[in-house]
Nanobody, 122 residues
């Protein structure tokens, strides 16, 4: 598996989780990274991107102020810190990587990871 997300689990509403994604250096280097999420019966949502430099980030409106995307380029890891979790955040979260930020946002990344399930109980 080239892109494996981890850190999901069951948490109570108001709690926190940190997702991690550690692709190979070949996939990670110079790539824009991001997170999508998918809930059965709902459209896939683009949660957050981060550029290679880490300078530019952006967030889905519903997670602004609660989620933070970051990356450690020395360790080839991208994180999604999720605080104040709500039941609406329940989904499978996917890590993605793309050379083109436009492709990343359009749901056409170069690489999709295996998802990690986040379940928020109310």
């Amino acid at each position: 598996v080239q892109l494996q997300a981890s850190g999901g689990g069951l948490v109570q509403a108001g709690g926190s989780l940190r997702l991690s994604c550690a692709p190979s250096e070949r996939i990670f280097t110079k790539k824009n990274m991001g997170w999508f999420r998918q809930t059965p019966g709902k459209e896939r949502e683009f949660v957050a991107p981060i550029t290679w430099s880490g300078v530019f980030t952006e967030y889905l409106d519903s997670v602004k102020g609660r989620f933070t995307i970051s990356r450690d380029n020395d360790k080839n890891i991208v994180y999604l810190q999720m605080n104040s979790l709500q039941s609406e955040d329940t989904a499978v979260y996917y890590c993605v990587a793309a050379t083109s930020s436009a492709h990343l946002r359009a749901g056409r990344p170069d690489y999709w990871g295996q998802g990690t399930l986040v379940t928020v109980s109310s």
